[in-house]
Structure formats: structure tokens, C-alpha cells
């Protein structure tokens, strides 16, 4: 067993970084959660943040839109024209897939001002993309609520958790320790 580990330490230090961090990163995050206070920001600070930025970003587009706080959960409602949309929950906000993001790059973690620019970097990438991703599936879902499925559960997931592969990727073959050792 202990040659098995030793063979294959990279692989164990990797997954035990990966997981250390994921942990730490995801019991703060629910730490977080649990004492927000939802009086002033419902749900939670980073959500509410979230629906009122994407708001402003619809009204780009040219639509009247409006977030207001769901009486019977803990979200969001979006509406735009008057026609209730959807709703902007917890998961929404982007900082599930920012803790996954981190825990990956520092798992792999390069220098340490290069890993801390490029998780700074992308953990803002991913934000305004969510954004963007929100404001999107809310346009779609007023003008094309038929395509809800899709836009929802395919098209809109496959966005970003494929933005967060191709930083992944960018990381590995450019930055980190690891690409540097077998390079």
C-alpha cells in the first residue's frame, strides 16, 4: 500500500489539496448561510446581490424588470414586464462554482502571486459570466418559456461549468507547478 502511495503522490496530494479545500471553502460558505441575516438582504447578501445586478443587466436589454423578495421560499422573484420569470435561489449566485473553481486551482497551485492573480481573476470572470448567464435565462424564459427545459438544465449549466473546465485547462497548461514538472 505505501508503494502504491508513493507511486502515485502527485495523484494522493492533488485529491487530498482538492478536498482539504473544498471542504474548508464549502463549511465557511454554509457558515455563512446560516447566520446571514435575511432581514435586510433576503436571502442571504451575495443572492440578493446577485438578482439586483442581473436586474440592471435585463434593463439593458430594454425590459422593465423588477426583483422582489418570494414570500414562500427563500429567493428572489424575477419578473420582467410583468410576467413572472423565475426566481434567483442561493444556488444561483455563483459561489458554489467559485468554491469548486479555487479548490481545483489551488489543489494545483503554481506560484503563489499567480495562483492568487488567477483565482482573484477568475473567480470575477465567473461572477459577471453568471450574470450575464442569469440576465440571459431570464430574457429566454420571458420570450421563450416553452424552451424552459432546455435553457434551464442544458444550455445555461453547460455555460458555466464549461467556462470553469476551459480556466481549469488554462490553469493546468500554463500556470501551475504541475504543468511546469512535466513540461
Not at 426566481?87 to 494545483?108: D, K, P, T, W
Not at 492573480?117 to 431570464?138: E, K
Not at 438544465?153 to 467556462?163: A, H, K, N
Request: overall charge positive.
Amino acid at each position: 500500500m505505501k508503494a502504491l502511495i508513493l507511486k502515485y503522490k502527485s495523484v494522493v496530494k492533488f485529491i487530498l489539496t482538492f478536498l482539504l479545500v473544498y471542504l474548508v471553502l464549502s463549511f465557511t460558505y454554509k457558515l455563512y448561510l446560516d447566520f446571514s441575516d435575511g432581514s435586510k438582504y433576503y436571502p442571504d447578501y451575495i443572492t440578493n446581490l446577485v438578482a439586483k445586478q442581473s436586474k440592471s443587466l435585463v434593463e439593458i436589454f430594454g425590459y422593465e424588470t423588477e426583483v422582489v423578495k418570494h414570500l414562500k421560499e427563500p429567493s428572489m422573484k424575477f419578473i420582467i414586464n410583468n410576467k413572472y420569470v423565475g426566481r434567483v435561489v442561493e444556488g444561483c449566485n455563483s459561489a458554489s462554482v467559485i468554491i469548486l473553481f479555487v479548490s481545483f486551482v489551488i489543489a494545483f497551485a503554481g506560484r503563489f502571486k499567480t495562483t492568487f492573480l488567477f483565482i482573484l481573476s477568475g473567480s470575477v470572470l465567473i461572477y459577471a459570466v453568471n450574470l450575464m448567464r442569469i440576465a440571459i435565462l431570464s430574457i429566454g424564459l420571458y420570450q421563450y418559456p416553452w424552451r424552459k427545459e432546455i435553457l434551464h438544465t442544458t444550455i445555461f449549466p453547460l455555460i458555466i461549468y464549461g467556462m470553469v473546465f476551459l480556466l481549469w485547462m488554462i490553469w493546468i497548461n500554463r500556470f501551475s507547478k504541475q504543468q511546469k514538472a512535466n513540461g
